[in-house]
C-alpha cells in the first residue's frame, strides 16, 4: 500500500523522534541533575508525565483500573522506574553518559539469561554468540585504565547493573502482569507509582528537604521539561504510533541508534572522552544486541495486545530500557 506523503512525513518524524529523543536522554538527565537531586529529579520527573499520560488516555466511559491493577503497576513502576531508571540517573553522577547508554544497550544478554534460568528457555546459537560478542565488548569496555582506578566510576557502573537487572526482570515477569489494555493508562500509572516510590526516597535521604528550587539554573530547569514533555511523552506517542504502521523489528533498530547518539552528544556537548577503546567496545556490544534482537522479534501484535512498559516501549519478548 502506497503511503500518503503526509503519513510518510509522520512515521520519518516518528523515527526522528525515538532516535534522536531518547539518544538524548542521558544527557538532559545529567544536565538536570546537577542541581536537582538524582531521585527528586526523576520522582518528580515521572510523576508529572504519568499524571499527564493519564489525563491524555483518560475516555469517558471507560473501565477504571482495579485495585490490584493498581498494585500490579506499583510493582511495575517500582521495578522498572524506581529502581530500573532512578539507579541509572544516580549513577551518572559519577558515569559518562555515553558509556551508561552503551551498558544499557547490553540489556537484552540479561534478559535471554533471565528466561534461561527462570523459564528454561535455552537461546539459540545465534544468540549465544551475541551474548559472547556483548561480553568481550563490555570487558573492552569496563577495563580500560580510567575506569578501573576511579572508583565511583566503577560503583557507578555496579548500579546501572543493578538497575539493569531489576529492569529485565520487570520484563520477564510483565506478559504474565494484569495492567489496563489501554497502553497509555498502563504506562502513566507505572510511571504515577514509580514517581511517588522516588520521591519517597528523596524525601527519606534528606535531599526532598533540602532542596530549594531557586538555586535551579535553567539549564538544570530546561533538562527537566525536556524529559517530561519530550523523553516521556512525544517520543512515547511517536514509539506508539510507530508500532501501528511499521514492523517491530524496524522500531527496534533505536537499540542500535541511541547509545550512538547518547556518545556523540556527550562527547560534542559534555566534553566526554571517546578513544579507540570505547569505539571498539561499542562495535561489539552492539553487534552483540544486533545477533540477539535477531532472535528475540516476534509477530507483530494487534493493538489492543497488552505489553505496555513505561516511558515508551512494549513488551514483544521483552522491555527496552530508556531512561
Keep these: ?162 538497575s539493569m537487572t531489576s529492569w529485565c526482570f520487570g520484563s520477564v515477569t510483565l506478559s504474565k502482569t494484569d495492567l489496563p489494555q489501554n497502553r497509555l493508562q498502563s504506562s502513566a500509572m507505572q510511571m504515577i507509582s514509580g514517581g511517588i516510590i522516588l520521591l519517597l526516597i528523596a524525601l527519606l535521604n534528606g535531599n526532598m528537604m533540602q532542596f530549594d528550587i531557586t538555586a535551579v539554573s535553567l539549564k538544570a530547569g530546561l533538562s527537566w521539561i525536556i524529559l517530561v514533555l519530550f523523553g516521556s511523552i512525544v517520543a512515547f506517542s511517536a514509539f506508539t504510533y510507530l508500532l501501528q504502521q511499521v514492523s517491530p523489528d524496524k522500531v527496534a533498530t533505536s537499540n542500535y541508534v541511541n547509545p550512538v547518539v547518547a556518545m556523540w552528544l556527550g562527547w560534542a556537548f559534555n566534553s566526554e572522552l571517546i578513544n579507540g577503546q570505547s569505539i571498539l567496545a561499542a562495535l561489539l556490544m552492539l553487534a552483540g544486541v544486533f545477533f540477539m534482537n535477531s532472535r528475540l522479534q516476534v509477530k507483530r501484535r494487534p493493538p489492543g495486545a497488552n505489553h505496555t512498559v513505561p516511558g515508551g516501549r512494549r513488551l514483544w519478548k521483552r522491555a527496552e530500557m530508556k531512561v
Design 1 to 162: 500500500m502506497q503511503l500518503q506523503p503526509s503519513q510518510r512525513f509522520l512515521i520519518i518524524a516518528s523515527f526522528a523522534a525515538i532516535y534522536l529523543i531518547w539518544g538524548s536522554t542521558y544527557l538532559f538527565n545529567y544536565f538536570a541533575i546537577q542541581d536537582i537531586p538524582p531521585f527528586l529529579m526523576a520522582g518528580s520527573r515521572f510523576l508529572v508525565a504519568g499524571l499527564l499520560l493519564y489525563a491524555l488516555s483518560w475516555k469517558p466511559g471507560a473501565v477504571r483500573p482495579t485495585r490490584r491493577q493498581w498494585a500490579n503497576a506499583a510493582r511495575m513502576g517500582f521495578l522498572f522506574l524506581s529502581v530500573g531508571t532512578g539507579g541509572t540517573v544516580w549513577a551518572e553522577q559519577y558515569v559518562d553518559t555515553g558509556i551508561a547508554a552503551l551498558l544499557i544497550s547490553l540489556q537484552p544478554l540479561l534478559v535471554v539469561s533471565m528466561m534461561w534460568a527462570m523459564q528454561g528457555k535455552r537461546p539459540g546459537g545465534k544468540v549465544l554468540f551475541g551474548i559472547l560478542l556483548g561480553i568481550i565488548g563490555m570487558a573492552f569496555l569496563v577495563g580500560q585504565q580510567r575506569f578501573v582506578t576511579n572508583q565511583n566510576t566503577l560503583i557507578g557502573m555496579l548500579v546501572i547493573g543493578v
